[in-house]
C-alpha cells in the first residue's frame, strides 16, 4: 500500500516539459475535457475491457506500430509497443521524483492512453495526487501497477519471451536515466532510483554490468531495423537463427 500525499507541488507537472517528449505527462483537469475522456484507461487495456474508439485498444496499437514500423511479425510490434510504452510510465515517475521528491498517482484507472497517436505515447493523467518518490513506491506503481499486468496480457496475444519483455523494461528504465543524467542536479538521484529499482527480483540480471541487455527486443528484425545501442548482440543474428532469438 502506498500513502497518497496531500501537496501541491505542480498541478500541471509543468516542470517536466523541459525534460523531453517521453516525460511530458498532461492532466485532462487543465484541459478542455471534450477532448480526452473518451481515450480508454490504461485500466481497460490490462483488464481485457474493450474501447467504444478503438475496440481492443492494445491490439489496435500493435496493429498501428506494425504499419508503421513494417513489421511482418505481431510479436516484433508488440515487443516495440511495450517498449515504448514501458518507455513512458518510467519516465514520468522517476522524471517526477528526481525533480519534485515524489510521484503523481499513476493507477491504471487515472491514466488515459491514445493507442492512435505517434511515438512517444500520448498519456493523460486525470488529476494529479501526490505519492512518495522512493524506489519502492515507484517500484510498486510502475511494476507491479502497468508493467505486470501488461506482460501477463501481452503474453497470452502475442506470446513474446518474458526475459523479453522484462529486458524491454530494465533497457526502458536504463534509458530514461541515462536521458535525466544530462541535467547535472538530477543526474545522481536519478541514477541512484534506477540503480534500486534494476535491483528488484523482477528486474535484476536484466542488464549486464556494463548496462547491455541481457535479451533481445527484436528491433534487428524489421526491415533495416539494426540493432539497438544497449542491444544484447554486437551483430545481428543471421536470418537462419531468427526464430531462436528474443
Known amino acids: ?15 517536466l516539459r523541459p525534460l523531453g517528449a517521453f516525460f511530458v505527462l498532461r492532466t485532462i483537469g487543465g484541459t478542455p475535457a471534450a ?10 487495456v490490462y483488464e481485457h475491457r474493450g474501447s467504444d474508439v478503438y475496440g481492443n ?6 496493429r498501428k506500430v506494425a504499419d508503421a514500423l513494417g513489421a511482418q511479425e505481431p510479436r516484433i ?19 517526477c521524483a528526481v525533480l519534485y521528491g ?15 497517436a505517434s511515438a512517444p505515447d500520448d498519456l493523460w493523467l486525470d488529476a494529479v495526487t501526490w505519492l512518495p518518490g522512493d524506489a519502492g513506491t515507484i517500484a510498486e506503481v510502475v511494476l507491479h501497477g502497468h508493467l505486470e499486468p501488461l506482460a501477463v496480457v501481452l503474453r497470452t496475444e502475442y506470446r513474446p519471451a518474458t526475459g523479453l519483455l522484462w529486458g524491454n523494461a ?3 528504465l536504463a534509458g530514461a536515466a541515462r536521458q535525466l543524467g544530462h541535467r547535472a542536479d538530477l543526474a545522481t538521484r536519478a541514477r541512484d532510483l534506477a540503480a534500486e529499482l534494476l535491483a528488484h527480483p523482477l528486474l535484476a540480471g536484466t542488464l549486464d554490468g556494463t548496462g547491455r541487455r541481457r535479451s533481445c527486443c527484436l528491433y534487428y528484425r524489421l526491415p533495416g531495423g539494426g540493432l539497438c545501442g544497449d542491444c544484447c548482440f554486437t551483430r545481428a543474428p543471421r536470418s537462419s537463427a531468427r526464430g531462436a532469438s528474443g
Open 57 to 62: 485498444t492494445l491490439n489496435f496499437r500493435v
Open 170 to 172: 530494465g533497457s526502458a
Open 102 to 116: 515524489h510521484i503523481p498517482d499513476l493507477a491504471p484507472h487515472r491514466l488515459r492512453w491514445d493507442p492512435d
Open 1 to 15: 500500500m502506498v500513502l497518497l500525499l496531500v501537496v501541491d507541488l505542480d498541478p500541471d507537472l509543468a516542470a
Open 35 to 44: 477532448s480526452r475522456p473518451a481515450l480508454p484507461t490504461l485500466a481497460q
Open 77 to 95: 510490434a508488440a515487443s516495440i509497443a511495450h517498449q515504448g510504452l514501458a518507455a513512458r510510465l518510467w519516465s514520468v515517475a522517476l522524471g
